[in-house]
């Protein structure tokens, strides 16, 4: 038995909102943490981090964007149709609890985990900021949404059509200078996380980066998603996704995920010239 999609929607381009029946995951599932779909039988397992949650109805919404064969496979799955398997939740949640001054910061897609964490932390009684930063305006979705759960959204883009043009970090900045801050947790690419690492370093700013590395079995068992935090290994699939973003070796991660990257691109070239083979061998 399968997991029904429940409803499906394209939110930016090539970046889809999904909604999945799965009671038995989102029973315990909190923010921060993420599963693992496959979806079609004998496919690779991706990790994916949990947007949202209904636990009245059991429901769960998924953020992806289609990349990679499994996520486009995902992508031409509709309204009704079922995901071989989903696991789930995988991963420790988010150290929520009341810090006072909370930065919640969203590069790209990570906005999607971001509402969860968001959401949690205000609930807990902090002041929350969200900046959420994008290369366009046509990147940016759910800004309502975010509004709801923070005390005050910022939004920035890189070429300036929606929000702030600049930068993330940019707005950071302007909000250390303005008051204090006691938590920030960053989630998004990995030089993004670098950069407020890098700011809030040093400024009594305990700060934490949402590690996404390659995932395989989401147990601590392949070591796929190994890292160094303060000079020792850890997993990201079962000791994270979330560290202590002061004492990741950043260097050593970015250059494992552009290996990784390398290998993909790879698969994907072998995959459509499998396809293109097949397709003469059966004219």
């Known amino acids: 038995m399968g997991y029904k999609i429940l409803s499906k929607k394209e939110i930016c381009p090539n970046q889809f909102e999904i909604q999945v029946e799965a009671p038995y995951v989102v029973k315990n599932a909190k923010a921060g943490q993420f599963i693992i779909f496959r979806a079609e039988k004998n496919g690779e397992r991706v990790p994916l981090t949990i947007a949202d949650i209904d636990k009245s109805k059991g429901i769960l919404t998924l953020v992806f964007m289609a990349v990679g064969y499994s996520t486009k496979k995902l992508a031409l799955l509709e309204e009704g149709d079922e995901i071989v398997d989903l696991v789930g939740p995988?991963?420790?949640?988010?150290?929520?609890?009341?810090?006072?001054?909370?930065?919640?910061?969203?590069?790209?897609?990570?906005?999607?985990?971001?509402?969860l964490i968001a959401k949690a932390f205000k609930e807990a009684g902090n002041k929350v900021y969200m900046i959420m930063g994008a290369r366009t305006k046509e990147l940016i979705f759910w800004s309502d949404k975010m509004k709801k759960v923070c005390t005050e959204l910022f939004i920035t883009t890189?070429?300036?059509?929606?929000?702030?043009?600049?930068?993330?970090?940019?707005?950071?900045?302007?909000l250390i200078k303005r008051e204090k801050i006691d938590y920030a947790i960053a989630v998004g690419p990995m030089p993004m996380m670098r950069a407020v690492a890098d700011m809030t370093r040093g400024k009594g700013i305990y700060t934490e980066a949402s590690m996404n590395p390659i995932m395989v079995d989401g147990t601590g068992m392949c070591g796929a998603c190994?890292?160094?935090?303060g000079g020792e290994t850890k997993f990201a699939c079962v000791d994270g996704p979330d560290f202590d973003?002061?004492?990741?070796?950043?260097?050593?991660?970015?250059?494992?995920?552009?290996?990784?990257?390398n290998q993909e691109k790879i698969r994907d070239e072998n995959c459509n010239l499998?396809?293109?083979?097949?397709?003469?061998?059966?004219l």
């Open 158 to 174: 890189d070429d300036g059509t929606f929000g702030e043009k600049g930068f993330v970090t940019e707005v950071l900045e302007k």
């Open 226 to 229: 190994r890292i160094t935090v």
């Open 274 to 282: 499998l396809k293109q083979v097949n397709k003469q061998e059966a």
């Open 245 to 261: 973003a002061h004492k990741i070796d950043f260097d050593e991660v970015i250059n494992r995920t552009h290996i990784y990257k």
């Open 90 to 115: 995988l991963g420790q949640p988010t150290h929520i609890k009341k810090y006072g001054t909370v930065v919640c910061l969203a590069g790209g897609y990570g906005a999607a985990p971001c509402y």
